[in-house]
C-alpha cells in the first residue's frame, strides 16, 4: 500500500491531539496530527465574527485546569507564547435588587462575601476548603492524569481515610443534594452549582457526581483565561508541536481508519490518499470513530450496539457575542463588595437560586426554546485589552438551549432570540443600549455541530457527563484504557476519562498507554 509512513497519525488537532502529538514526538516518533479544519486547535478558537478587531472566544475560555495542568509545564507551553491571566474576582452572581455574591482568589474575601447573605454558609465554605484543598491536591487532582481505575480498586484507596469515606459518600449523591446539604442560602447554592455546565458538562440533578461541589468550592482548580484569545494556547501546541520534531496537516478529513488482519495499518482521507503507520489515535467522537471510520463490519456486534448507545450531550448552547463602544455597568445596590461583580470573570446573569436551573433544564429536556433566559457570561476585554481596539470591549452570552427545538428550526428563531438575551442583560446592565452595541453575533447548537462535528448535536462535551459514562466507564469499560478492539488504535479525545474541558487529560493518558505499549522510555518522567 502507497502512502506517506509514519510511526504515528493522530486523527484531530484540537487540544488533546496537539498535546498527544508533542509528547509522542518529543519521544522520538514521527507523528503527524490530521486536522479536517483549516486552524488547530478544536474548542481553542478566537475569532473575529462581529467585526475587525474584536477577537470573541467561541467555545474554550474559562481554562479551569491550566494550574494543574501536566502539559502545561511539561511541553513549556510559554516559550511557545502562552500566557494566563488569573483574575481576581474569579466569579459572581448579580440579583435583579443589585447585590452581588462574589467568589475571590481570596479565601478571606470569599467568606466576606457569603457572610452577606449566611454567615453559617460562610463558616462552611472555610470548613470545606481546609478540609477538602489538599484531598483534592493530592488524591483527586492525580487521578484525571491516570487511566480510571476499576471502581472497586477507588473504594479500597478511598476507604482508607476519613476524606475518603466522605467523598464515597458524595459520589452517591447529585451536585443539587450536595448543595442543598451545605448550604443554607440559596444565592450560594446557585453560584456553586453555576460552575458545573461549563466547562465540565454537569447538570445539578446528575446522581453521583456530588464530588463536583468540594472541587468547586476548594479551587484547587483555577478559573483562568488565555491572554490574546483561546486561540493563542492552540498556536502554542502548534509551535510545539513543530520544534518537537511533529508534523500537522490541515483541510485533511480522515474518511477510513486502514485495517488488515485485525490492526491498525493507517488512514484514508476523503481524498483518497493514504497516510500509513502502526499506531492511529483518533480524538474525535466514539460513534464517528467507530461507526464511520471503523466500520462496523471491523467489529463484534456487541460492541458496535454499546457504541451506538453512547449518550450524547444533554444540552447545548446559544451563543451571543457583543462588540461593544464601552463595557457593561451592572446597577448594584450600595454596600461593600456589590461593585465586584463589574471585574468578576464568570457572570452567573438569571441563575439567581438552584430552581432558576430546575426550571431551564426541564424547557431543555422538552425540547423547547427557553423561556428561561439566564446566562453564563464574561468581558473577556476587563482582563486583556487587547481582545478589542483600545477603549472599546467584547462581551458573551452563553444560554443553555436543546439542540433540537419543536416546532421551529434555529436558523428561523436566531435573530429574534439574540434579541431576548440582550434584553435579559439590559435589565442588569441598562448601558448595553443599541448605541453602545456595534455588533452581534451569535453561534446555534447546530452552527456548533456545522462546525466542529466532534461536537455532535452541538454537545460540546463529546458525551454526557453522567454518573453511568465517567471514569471506568467513559466511553464506554472496553476502551477505558484508551486502547480499543483494534490492535494499534488508540482512543484520546473529549469522549474519554477525565472528559471536556481544557485539561489535556486525555491526550497526556494516551502519551503514557502508548509509550508503556511500545516499551519505551517517558521523557517527562526523568525531568
Excluded at 502554542?236 to 513543530?242: G, I, K, S, V
Excluded at 453602545?436 to 463529546?462: H, K, L, W, Y
Excluded at 471536556?500 to 519505551?520: E, F, K, M, N, T
Aim: with cysteine; glycine share 8%.
Amino acid at each position: 500500500m502507497e502512502g506517506a509512513k509514519y510511526d504515528a497519525l493522530i486523527i484531530g488537532a484540537g487540544h488533546n491531539g496537539m498535546v498527544l502529538g508533542c509528547y509522542l514526538a518529543k519521544a522520538g516518533l514521527k507523528v503527524c496530527v490530521m486536522e479536517r479544519r483549516l486552524e488547530a486547535g478544536g474548542g481553542l478558537s478566537t475569532e473575529e465574527i462581529t467585526i475587525p478587531g474584536f477577537a470573541h472566544n467561541l467555545h474554550s475560555y474559562f481554562h479551569d485546569t491550566i494550574n494543574i495542568m501536566p502539559a502545561y509545564q511539561d511541553l513549556e507551553l510559554e516559550k511557545f507564547n502562552a500566557r494566563y491571566y488569573f483574575p481576581p474576582v474569579q466569579a459572581g452572581l448579580i440579583l435583579p435588587d443589585g447585590r452581588a455574591l462574589c467568589i475571590y482568589n481570596d479565601l478571606d474575601k470569599t467568606c466576606e462575601s457569603i457572610a452577606r447573605f449566611s454567615a453559617k454558609d460562610a463558616k462552611k465554605w472555610r470548613e470545606i476548603v481546609e478540609n477538602y484543598s489538599e484531598f483534592c491536591s493530592t488524591v483527586i487532582i492525580p487521578a484525571l492524569y491516570s487511566p480510571p481505575s476499576p471502581p472497586s480498586e477507588q473504594i479500597v484507596i478511598m476507604e482508607g481515610s476519613p476524606e475518603g469515606m466522605e467523598w464515597l459518600r458524595l459520589m452517591r449523591m447529585s451536585p443539587r443534594e450536595v448543595v442543598d446539604e451545605w448550604f443554607e442560602n440559596d444565592h450560594v447554592k446557585a453560584l456553586v452549582l453555576h460552575h458545573l455546565p461549563f466547562p465540565r458538562g454537569i447538570l445539578p440533578d446528575y446522581a453521583g457526581i456530588g464530588t463536583v461541589v468540594p472541587l468547586v468550592v476548594s479551587q484547587v482548580e483555577h478559573s483562568q483565561m488565555a491572554l490574546g484569545g483561546s486561540h493563542m494556547t492552540a498556536h502554542a501546541l502548534w509551535r510545539a508541536l513543530l520544534r518537537y520534531g511533529g508534523e500537522t496537516t490541515s483541510l485533511t478529513h480522515v474518511e477510513k481508519i486502514l485495517i488488515e488482519d485485525g490492526k491498525t495499518v493507517g488512514v484514508r482521507t476523503a481524498e483518497g490518499k493514504n497516510y500509513l503507520a502502526p499506531i492511529v489515535v483518533s480524538t474525535v467522537d466514539v460513534k464517528q470513530t467507530f461507526l464511520k471510520m471503523v466500520g462496523e463490519e471491523n467489529l463484534e456486534p456487541g460492541f458496535v450496539d454499546k457504541v451506538k448507545g453512547f449518550r450524547l450531550d444533554e444540552f447545548s448552547v446559544f451563543c451571543v457575542h457583543l462588540a461593544l463602544r464601552e463595557a457593561p455597568k451592572f446597577k448594584t445596590a450600595r454596600g461593600a463588595g456589590n461593585d465586584d461583580i463589574n471585574r468578576s470573570f464568570r457572570l452567573n446573569i438569571g441563575f439567581d437560586t438552584p430552581d432558576d436551573y430546575t426550571e431551564l433544564v426541564s424547557e431543555i429536556r422538552l425540547g423547547k426554546l427557553p423561556e428561561k433566559l439566564a446566562f453564563t457570561a464574561s468581558v473577556p476585554t476587563w482582563f486583556d485589552p487587547s481582545q478589542a481596539p483600545e477603549g472599546y470591549h467584547t462581551m458573551f452570552l452563553w444560554q443553555l438551549a436543546p439542540y433540537r427545538i419543536k416546532g421551529a428550526k434555529w436558523e428561523d428563531v436566531n435573530d429574534e432570540y439574540a434579541e431576548r438575551c440582550i434584553a435579559k442583560l439590559r435589565q442588569y446592565a441598562p448601558n448595553i443600549t443599541k448605541d453602545n452595541i456595534m455588533g452581534v453575533g451569535t453561534q446555534t447548537p447546530v452552527d456548533i455541530s456545522n462546525r466542529i462535528i466532534n461536537m455532535a448535536e452541538g454537545g460540546v462535551f463529546m458525551g454526557r457527563m453522567n454518573f453511568a459514562q465517567m471514569e471506568h466507564f467513559r466511553p464506554l469499560a472496553e476502551l477505558a484504557q484508551y486502547r480499543t478492539p483494534i490492535k494499534g488504535l488508540y482512543m484520546a479525545g473529549a469522549c474519554m476519562h477525565p472528559g471536556g474541558g481544557i485539561i489535556a487529560g486525555p491526550g497526556v493518558i494516551a502519551a503514557d498507554v502508548i509509550l508503556d505499549d511500545l516499551q519505551r522510555p517517558k521523557w517527562w518522567e526523568n525531568k
